[in-house]
C-alpha cells in the first residue's frame, strides 16, 4: 500500500497563486510507482464531478486542461517521490477540492488513473 499526502491549498485571493505538493513517503514501493508511473492532478468543485487538470509523464512531459493551459505548471521531483502544481493567476473559477492521483498512464491525449490518491487538499479563490 502506497500513502499518499498532499500539502500546499488554502485561500488566496483573484490573481493570486498557490504550489501544491503530492508526496508518498516511505516504501520502497513509493520511489517505484513515482519514477515509472505518470501522475495525475484533478479537482472536485462543490456539486460537481471530478475532473482531470494536469498530468506528468514519467518522462516529464505535462499536459494540461484547456482552461488551465498557461496559468498552472506540473513538475516532478522523483528523489523526494514529489509531485508540484504551480498555480498562477487563480480565478474564483478554480475553487475546488484538488487531488493527486499516483500511478496511472497517459497515452493518446487520456489519464487513466492508477489506484492510489491523496486526500485531497482545499483551494478557495476568493476576494
Known amino acids: 500500500q502506497v500513502q499518499v499526502v498532499e500539502s500546499g491549498g488554502g485561500l488566496v485571493q483573484p490573481g493570486g497563486s498557490l504550489r501544491l505538493s503530492c508526496t508518498a513517503p516511505?516504501?520502497?514501493?513509493?520511489?517505484?510507482?513515482?519514477?515509472?508511473?505518470?501522475m495525475g492532478w484533478f479537482r472536485q468543485a462543490a456539486g460537481k464531478q471530478r475532473e482531470w487538470v494536469a498530468t506528468?509523464?514519467?518522462?516529464?512531459?505535462?499536459y494540461y486542461k484547456d482552461s488551465v493551459k498557461g496559468r498552472f505548471t506540473t513538475s516532478r521531483d522523483n528523489a523526494k517521490n514529489t509531485i508540484y502544481l504551480q498555480m498562477n493567476s487563480l480565478k474564483p473559477e478554480d475553487t475546488a477540492q484538488y487531488y493527486c492521483?499516483?500511478?496511472?498512464?497517459?497515452?493518446?491525449?487520456?489519464?487513466?488513473?492508477?489506484?492510489?490518491w491523496g486526500q485531497g487538499t482545499q483551494v478557495t479563490v476568493s476576494s
Open positions: 492521483n499516483v500511478g496511472g498512464l497517459y497515452e493518446r491525449g487520456h489519464y487513466t488513473t492508477g489506484k492510489y
Open positions: 516511505g516504501s520502497s514501493a513509493s520511489g517505484n510507482i513515482f519514477s515509472i508511473f505518470d
Open positions: 506528468i509523464t514519467s518522462s516529464g512531459s505535462t
